[in-house]
T-cell receptor, first 113, second 113 residues
Framework: NAGVTQTPKFRILKIGQSMTLQCAQD?????MYWYRQDPGMGLKLIYY???????DKGEVPNGYNVSRSTTEYFPLRLELAAPSQTSVYFC????????????FGQGTRLTVV | QQQVKQSPQSLIVQKGGISIINCAYE??????FPWYQQFPGKGPALLIA?????SEKKEGRFTISFNKSAKQFSLHIMDSQPGDSATYFC????????????FGTGTLLAVQP
């Protein structure tokens, strides 16, 4: 069972470039999330989705976009990359209900130069 | 606004000692309080979690203590081992609709042999 798979693991972008971070889960989870992790800041929620076709903003959505056309995939799009988007990005998924575990991918380390 | 405050930022403990990490929350609507463990280069993984209807939960060497009136909860690691060296995040969520997790800023634990 692969769980949550993120690609790529590492990426260097130039300022102004765009890219898509891929996330796939094979647990048939309805809920999926994108977090960014910065040193000393914990994980901040960027966007989340409660099902195919439904997405909503989290705490730090500016500069990002998402789509959710299927249950399995939840890509994160960066438009016009900026140095402030240098971070480690984590995708996660969980089932609906109380006290349910969120499963995280291995992360994508992005550097914008 | 930091809804979950975590301390200390870093912690050094001798092998066999007790590691204690504290968190405080503001939103009384939170009803699920997990702790996540993260090793370098990996995504966070659920360690232990508690709901506010109990004051303590123990799983092996890991214990969560929960004080609802003070809006605080803590992680205790008994007989700390070098393999416990990792970053620990507390989190909180309101169960049901989205299960969005609000994370603390993390504690880097180093257990010295």
């Amino acid at each position: 069972n692969a769980g949550v798979t993120q690609t790529p693991k590492f990426r260097i972008l130039k300022i102004g470039q765009s890219m898509t971070l891929q996330c796939a889960q094979d647990m048939n989870h309805n809920y999926m999330y994108w977090y960014r992790q910065d040193p000393g800041m914990g994980l901040k929620l960027i966007y989340y989705s409660v099902g195919a076709g439904i997405t909503d903003k989290g705490e730090v959505p500016n500069g990002y976009n998402v789509s959710r056309s299927t249950t399995e995939y939840f890509p994160l799009r960066l438009e016009l990359a900026a140095p402030s988007q240098t971070s480690v990005y984590f995708c996660a998924s969980s089932s609906p209900g109380l006290s349910t575990e969120a499963f995280f991918g291995q992360g994508t380390r992005l550097t914008v130069v | 606004q930091q809804q979950v405050k975590q301390s200390p930022q870093s912690l050094i403990v001798q092998k066999g000692g007790i590691s204690i990490i504290n968190c405080a929350y503001e939103n009384t609507a939170f009803d699920y309080f997990p702790w996540y463990q993260q090793f370098p280069g990996k995504g966070p993984a659920l360690l232990i979690a508690i709901r506010p209807d109990v004051s303590e939960k123990k799983e092996g060497r890991f214990t969560i203590s929960f004080n609802k009136s003070a809006k605080q909860f803590s992680l205790h690691i008994m007989d700390s081992q070098p393999g416990d060296s990792a970053t620990y995040f507390c989190a909180a969520s309101r169960g049901g609709a989205t299960n969005k997790l609000i994370f603390g800023t993390g504690t880097l634990l180093a257990v010295q042999p």
